[in-house]
């Protein structure tokens, strides 16, 4: 049965449209670059995922971010700063994150159009605010929202400001998204239900945490377009 008049708070990216295997692409570039002298390619990307995190807990999101990232992984690989010429190429690598059109995932568009007519929806995303801000403005979905969210990270105090600021009632809002860790576990924290929608790209870092099968709370769907299903 459709769950009538509810508050759909949507994740953007890689929920709402493709993201992190800008990403993939940019970082099997740069290891094609950076493996011969390493010890390995698992090892290479092992050691830009520890760099990746340390980086996002300091600095946040973002291409620039990601730049920063792969110098600090080629430096330690290969025991050396990188030339200006190498560091050419990685911002080359890292400005194709930000420069290719906005691709929606299947079903985004109709469904959202539909799920408006019925249901408050809101707009929650984390990073860098312009790269965020340009991707929303790219997509054309940002009329469908009643309003839109950029954050440098999304915790449960995130959520529960969210809440209080459009006076939401908890069981009848629903975080919708990819991210365990961003997405459905601390809105649960926060005593909001939330819908999971698995993308296999998914960031590794926001993949690192296990959902509760047993979180009556969580509703858990294969595809965007199932959305219309339920609500």
């Known amino acids: 049965m459709r769950r009538d008049r509810q ?7 890689d929920t709402l449209w493709e993201n992190n295997i800008r990403f993939e692409r940019a970082i099997e570039a740069f290891l094609d670059q950076v493996v011969p002298p390493a010890p390995d390619r698992a090892a290479a990307r092992a050691a830009l995922d520890v760099i990746e995190a ?3 807990a300091t600095h ?3 291409a620039q971010v990601f730049l920063r990232s792969l ?3 080629f430096e330690q690989l290969h025991r050396r700063p990188a030339t200006a010429a190498e560091l050419a190429g990685f911002a080359a690598l890292a400005a194709t ?3 290719a059109e906005v691709e929606l995932l299947p079903g985004v ?4 159009a539909s799920l408006a007519e019925r249901h408050q929806l809101l707009l929650l995303t984390k990073g860098d605010r312009a790269e965020q801000q340009a991707k929303v403005d790219a997509s054309g979905l940002a009329g469908l929202f009643a309003a839109v969210h950029i954050v440098p ?3 449960v105090v995130v959520y529960r400001r969210l809440a209080e600021q459009h006076t939401l009632t908890p069981e009848r809002t629903w975080m919708v998204g990819n991210s365990p860790k ?14 999971f929608i698995p993308h296999q790209h998914t960031w590794v870092l926001e993949n690192d945490a296990e959902l509760d099968p047993h979180d009556g709370g969580v509703l858990q769907l294969a595809a965007f377009a199932e959305l219309g299903e339920h609500f």
């Open 153 to 155: 990270e999304k915790d």
């Open 71 to 73: 110098g600090e992984c």
């Open 54 to 56: 340390a980086n996002a």
């Open 182 to 195: 961003s997405d459905i576990l601390p809105a649960r924290l926060a005593g909001l239900n939330a819908v």
């Open 60 to 62: 946040g999101y973002g």
């Open 7 to 13: 508050v759909l708070v949507f994740d953007a990216d």
């Open 97 to 99: 994150i930000t420069t």
């Open 109 to 112: 568009a109709e469904t959202l």
